[in-house]
């Protein structure tokens, strides 16, 4: 089995629920740290929003979950499932849809958890506030939680481990879109990370920022009742779906600036007296409890110096990360990194030197930048998805699928390209994968 440690896994979303799974498989000795009552991390919903509707106020409390109440997955079950933890269709189950809603994705971590014991492992209600190596020689690191005693008092407690895995996902700290006048508009403005449902919107003027499945997401449900939506996106060329099929709905290039008099100005021109903004702008990576003195940064939404998005060299294999990675079949992802830390860490996996490890690092970088890839996409897998999860399965000696090359975040955007913005419904997945495992 190898080497057993005492292990401390911070957060209980869908990482830090594969991680605990990986680590007490080899015999580590496991404490999940959960800030929520449940796990699930981001899938549970929740009415709740935050004081500040943009996220900027550093004093707000934080509520993890991004769920809007409509939410469906935009991966199918089969990208979802785990290696050997299938998502099946329950018979008799609630929900039958192959892109599920939020809380058949919930019921499915929750029977995870259940199904592999995990929930004993698990203290809820205990907010992490500080993560910080003590002790050099025996890589020791301190994990300081707190946990609310009533309204006003909170009761702080101190325990050592060997070893930290960082689970706490990266949808949390809202991403604000800059333009001249955004502080002064006298408008609501909010993140996407703070909408609920349309309510309130009838008979508004409302701007949507981005382009991504969330702004896909939200102008499908606004469009019906608001008066105008006016979609501002950056990308040349890109077509939003949804838009050509709505006399209320307008794309317009991205905001130049907005007036104390309520007009919004865009790039290509045009000049809306709008009600509302809605960023649905991504997140920023944010771990404002880890003291690593200066050695793992996150500048311009890239974590550095990260080993292949998991392990920072100088700390390695004491402190690691899962779930850094976006743009991917996120769940397949995880799994094999949360594998390849346990394995580390019980020594039946190597990891390079320091040294070597650190040159890795670099040497992305360097690609990147002759490339002209910008820095905020370091963690994404967009392009090289499938190269990644080749490697960790090798590093792992796991055969990689058949399917793993064809069910990718790429293929998934394209299917739903070309079945327009109802390809929840009007895709036969199940057709689709049959074709796939049947090809040579």
């Known amino acids: 089995m190898g080497e057993s440690y005492k292990v401390a896994v911070i957060g209980a979303g869908i990482a830090g629920l594969l991680t605990a799974r990986e680590l007490q498989r080899q015999g580590h000795h496991v404490t999940v740290f959960e800030k929520a009552s449940k796990v699930g991390g981001i899938w549970v919903y929740t009415q709740r929003v935050e004081t500040d509707p943009l996220g900027l106020d550093p004093n707000r409390e934080i509520i993890h979950s991004s769920l809007y109440k409509s939410l469906r997955a935009n991966l199918p079950r089969q990208a979802m499932e785990f290696l050997d933890y299938p998502f099946p269709k329950k018979q008799g189950g609630d929900d039958q849809r192959t892109f599920p809603g939020h809380e058949e994705v919930l019921r499915f971590l929750q029977d995870f958890a259940r199904d592999f014991g995990l929930m004993e492992l ?59 006048g955004r502080d002064t508009w006298p408008g609501l403005q909010m993140h996407s990370h703070n909408y609920r449902s349309p309510e309130g919107l009838e008979n508004k003027i409302v701007v949507l920022i981005g382009n991504g499945p969330t702004a896909v997401d939200l102008l499908r449900e606004i469009s019906p009742l608001a008066k105008q939506v006016h979609v501002a996106v950056r990308t040349p060329g890109f077509q939003m ?200």
């Open 241 to 440: 779906p949804g838009v050509e099929n709505n006399d209320n709905v307008w794309q317009h290039s991205m905001i130049e600036c907005a007036h104390t008099d309520g007009k919004v100005v865009f790039q290509d021109g045009a000049i809306v007296d709008t009600d509302v903004i809605i960023h649905c702008t991504g997140y920023k990576y944010h771990f404002p409890f880890l003291k690593s003195n200066g050695i793992v940064t996150v500048d311009d939404n890239r974590v550095g110096l990260m080993y292949k998005h998991v392990f920072p060299p100088s700390l390695a294999p004491w402190l690691s990360f899962v779930g850094l990675i976006n743009r991917s079949v996120v769940f397949r992802v995880m799994e094999l990194q949360a594998r390849w830390v346990a394995k580390v860490l019980s020594g039946t996996v190597e990891l390079p030197s320091q040294e070597a490890m650190a040159s890795s690092v670099e040497e992305l970088y360097s690609e990147m930048e002759k490339n002209g890839i910008p820095k905020n996409l370091t963690h994404s897998l967009l392009n090289n998805e499938v190269e990644y999860v080749s490697w960790l399965a090798a590093q792992l000696n796991i055969k990689p699928l058949k399917r793993w090359k064809e069910l990718t975040v790429v293929s998934i955007i394209g299917g739903g390209v070309h079945y327009g913005e109802n390809f929840r419904d009007t895709w036969d997945i199940d057709k689709w994968m049959q074709e796939i495992d049947s090809s040579d």
């Open 122 to 180: 698990i203290q809820f209600g205990h907010e992490v506030i500080r993560v910080e190596l003590v002790d050099e020689v025996t890589h020791e690191w301190v994990v300081e939680s707190r946990t609310r005693e009533n309204e006003s008092t909170w009761e702080s407690k101190e325990e050592l481990f060997k070893a930290v895995v960082i689970c706490t996902g990266n949808q949390s700290e809202p991403n604000i879109a800059e333009f001249p």
